[in-house]
């Protein structure tokens, strides 16, 4: 990824992007190297993309209507499975050629506990983009190396006038916090 601060710019775009590709269960992220991050209401946003692909239960048919071909990527990965064969210390680099989706407004805003959260793609919203995945091209394996951009951006949390972190429960008179318990009950 060579920079996301105008990550916004490329909307709805078919782009190419050469990124390290992770993931869990929770979904696969393109990551790069970036110094010069998106940022949007003091949240620098992680130099990554949620790699997307049209519904999951939707099946072959439809791969074509968003450019997609799933025997052609099913073979790239293949390829990137045999090339990490018995090594845990490399990351796969490949070129992802897909359409970025970006949202038309972005917020974020500071947790309790100080971090702060912004409401983007993929597992708790945490990229700023999402490409979806057309094709997977030039796949390399490179030694691991530690994220340039690891660290997170910290906030103040909103206080009430007290100092006291304002919670909506708490915040509430002692009448309504039962009436809610009674509704809850209820149910």
Not at 88 to 116: H, I, K, P
Request: proline residues 5%.
């Amino acid at each position: 990824m060579h920079s996301v601060r105008k990550v916004t710019t490329w909307k709805g775009k078919r782009i190419a992007v050469r990124a390290e590709e992770s993931g869990t269960f929770e979904g696969t992220w393109l990551s790069g190297d970036c110094k010069d991050r998106f940022v949007t209401d003091g949240l620098q946003w992680p130099a990554s993309v949620v790699e997307g692909s049209p519904a999951y239960h939707s099946g072959e048919d439809f791969d074509p209507l968003f450019g997609g071909d799933s025997k052609s990527l099913a073979r790239a990965r293949a390829k990137e499975t045999e090339l990490r064969r018995g090594r845990y210390n490399v990351s796969t680099v490949d070129t992802f050629v897909g359409t970025l989706r970006v949202r038309d407004q972005y917020f974020a805003e500071c947790q309790e506990d100080g971090q702060m959260f912004g409401y983007g793609y993929g597992h708790l919203n945490a990229a700023p983009a999402e490409l979806m995945l057309e094709a997977v091209l030039d796949i390399d394996v490179t030694p691991r190396k530690e994220p340039v951009n690891s660290t997170s951006d910290r906030c103040e949390p909103r206080t009430g006038g007290d100092g006291t972190a304002l919670n909506p429960v708490a915040a509430c008179a002692p009448d309504s916090r039962r009436c809610l318990r009674c509704q809850e009950s209820v149910r």
